[in-house]
């Protein structure tokens, strides 16, 4: 029912910034009681790991790795979240996916991912 589309992905050179976005479709924040949406990132031979995520109560949470670079924001209008990305390193390079959790009014968990977007930072 709801697809998550990522853009913004690419190659940057280190120290630079990109800022990823994640479309979801339908009424995904209004068709919930209550969600978050966040993005992963797995790196070449690592476990997919948290980068950020920000729920409907506008709680925000960050992994430690990205010391303070990046900002996760939202606008419900656009039906959008973003991840800012500055002061890119070369360990940053990953493939980067969107991620949404819903909560219906029935207590019903709906999960949903998108296909992922390649950050590359070069040196």
């Known amino acids: 029912q709801v697809q998550l589309v990522e853009s913004g992905g690419g190659l940057v050179q280190a120290g630079g910034s990109l800022r990823l976005s994640c479309a979801a479709s339908?009424?995904?924040?209004?068709?919930?009681?209550?969600?978050?949406m966040g993005w992963y990132r797995r790196a070449p031979g690592k476990q997919r790991e948290l980068v950020a995520t920000?729920?409907?109560?506008?709680?925000?949470r960050y992994a430690d790795s990205v010391g303070g670079r990046f900002t996760i924001s939202r606008d419900n209008v656009k039906k959008k979240v973003y991840l800012q990305m500055n002061s890119l390193k070369p360990e940053d390079r990953a493939v980067y996916y969107c991620h949404a959790v819903g909560i219906t009014g029935w207590g019903a968990k709906e999960d949903y991912w998108g296909q992922g977007t390649q950050v590359t930072v070069s040196s």
């Open positions: 339908g009424s995904f924040f209004n068709g919930y009681s209550s969600y978050a």
């Open positions: 920000v729920t409907s109560g506008g709680t925000l």
